[in-house]
């Protein structure tokens, strides 16, 4: 089954399967990640849109998502935000021009692209070069225990959410044939 699919499919309950989470520690990130952010913001899985309520009102949010029952979502939330475009879009196959956005948001959702280092050279195709990506993710733990945890219920999540709890995102975000903008 396709990572496509999955998110298809738990897409009505995908909110509650973080709830405890996102009370806990996801939503002050996103409001903190997000509230400064200026101009136009490509957001990379947008999902069920959780975030659009924590960019300010100035900013022109363009929002992809693989998923058309996430974006049934996002559009939910979107509805009455004539700031907000919500696009059916593959993260590794960005159908913008080069240079066009001033953000690229990423919020939990390296974990899922099949393939992270090409969608990470298209966010940063798209950006411009005084550009900064935003990204608040999940990554494989530095802590021995944590870590070989992590390993252990990978299967588990890739096949039911398509997930990887392991995936080593930090490493693929500072890879040197992605030079950083600064």
Do not use: Q
């Amino acid at each position: 089954m396709s990572v496509t699919s999955k998110y298809n499919r738990i897409a009505p309950i995908y909110e509650l399967i973080d709830l405890p989470l996102e009370l806990l520690f996801f939503r002050r990130w996103r409001k903190e990640a997000l509230s400064g952010l200026s101009g136009r913001v490509l957001e990379v899985g947008v999902g069920t849109g959780r975030n659009l309520k924590c960019y300010p009102v100035g900013c022109s949010i363009t929002g992809i998502d693989y998923s058309e029952r996430m974006l049934e979502k996002a559009r939910e939330k979107a509805r009455g935000m004539k700031n907000v475009t919500l696009l059916l879009m593959d993260a590794e196959h960005l159908e913008f021009p080069d240079n066009s956005f001033d953000y690229v948001v990423t919020t939990f959702v390296l974990c899922s692209i099949p393939d992270p280092v090409r969608a990470l050279k298209e966010m940063r195709r798209v950006l411009k070069p005084s550009g900064e990506i935003i990204a608040i993710e999940y990554v494989h733990s530095s802590n021995h225990l944590i870590a070989r945890f992590e390993d252990l219920i990978n299967p588990v999540t890739c096949s039911l959410i398509g997930d990887n709890t392991n995936r080593k995102t930090v490493e693929n975000i500072e890879r040197p044939d992605l030079p950083l903008r600064k």
